[in-house]
């Protein structure tokens, strides 16, 4: 057991959602933030969030999932409220995984499912992979669970993330945190997510901002831009993927990210035809990438059904859809 369990604290919020708490867990570099909803012996179900994203992702879905579940949803580090990675060091994809090995060992589950969007389905991906006998079952939201990168690519990736984060580390005098009034931070915010509504642009801010003298900050660490230098090639990520041991769901948005964002050579169709080797269910869904945060009613009883159907004490769930 790792001694970060006995460091986690739960702190209850207001809001206009459903009632959450928040999530702190220590780390060496810090801590880990997030939030917590339903009662501490229900069905365990971690989210993850995707990429610049925080947690706030999940708080319209989480409402509308049934009452009597446990889910915990987490800032990665370097994004929301959870702490910047130390001085030095590189945001990389198996780090994302050993954060959620720290946090469900932390929470003491030994079996959970995921619900992951974009780059949080990806490291969910992953997790499954090399921990096959924790997770239960999979929701990819707008993801395929894995990003493959060109053998040609991989190498001139990590050539540029190595030298992008030397340049950045030897900049330190230079640093100056840009402040933002409120409406300016949203607009910038918008313009990086175009898919995002008003109102989920005001409830991803309300973790991705931070108020100082004269206007307001991002929290997000501006390492998590820098190249990413440990990728995979299509026929690691294959592997990975023929080692998934849970039952996966893909939601793919038809608006979403594959719509302008498209894998070379043929990956996407590739891991999609893998997937269903696997008998993993593929929905296309009307909706744009934030399809979840935006009108999450639209996935919500999708995403119900399928955790009811390979729940893994075999319960139905109906009780807990009711109000």
Request: aromatic share 10%; proline share 5%.
């Amino acid at each position: 057991m790792l001694p970060a369990f006995t460091s986690l604290r739960h702190f209850s919020t207001t809001t206009v959602r459903r009632a959450a708490s928040e999530f702190r867990m220590t780390v060496p570099w810090g801590e880990m933030r997030g939030q917590v909803w339903g009662p501490s012996n229900g069905r365990p179900v971690l989210c993850l969030h995707g990429w610049a994203d925080n947690c706030g992702t999940f708080s319209t879905l989480i409402p509308l999932l049934p009452k009597d579940w446990r889910f915990v949803a987490i800032d990665f580090p370097g994004h929301g409220l959870s702490s910047h990675r130390p001085d030095g060091c590189l945001y990389t994809f198996p780090l994302y995984v050993a954060d959620v090995r720290r946090v469900v060992e932390a929470l003491q589950w030994k079996q959970f499912s995921i619900i992951g969007h974009s780059m949080g389905g990806n490291v969910a991906g992953i997790f499954s992979a090399l921990y096959p006998e924790m997770v239960d079952a999979v929701v990819l939201l707008d993801t395929y669970g894995f990003l493959p990168t060109q053998m040609t690519d991989m190498f001139k990736n990590m050539r540029k993330g190595i030298n992008d984060q030397i340049h950045y580390d030897n900049k330190t005098d230079e640093r100056k945190e840009r402040v933002y009034t409120y409406e300016k931070a949203k607009e910038r915010l918008k313009a990086a997510n175009p898919s995002l509504s008003d109102q989920s642009a005001d409830i991803l801010l309300e973790r991705a901002i931070r108020e100082v003298e004269g206007g307001f900050v991002f929290t997000r660490d501006f390492r998590i831009n820098l190249k990413n230098i440990v990728n995979n090639n299509i026929e690691q990520c294959l592997h990975m993927l023929s080692l998934v041991k849970a039952r996966v769901m893909l939601l793919l948005a038809k608006d979403g990210i594959f719509k302008t964002f498209t894998l070379p050579n043929g990956y996407g169709d590739m891991i999609q035809k893998s997937w269903t080797d696997q008998k993993a269910t593929i929905l296309n869904i009307e909706g744009d990438h934030h399809i979840h945060l935006n009108k999450p009613e639209s996935v919500a009883s999708i995403i119900t059904d399928f955790l009811q159907s390979h729940s893994p004490d075999g319960e139905t769930g109906n009780e807990s859809q009711k109000n």
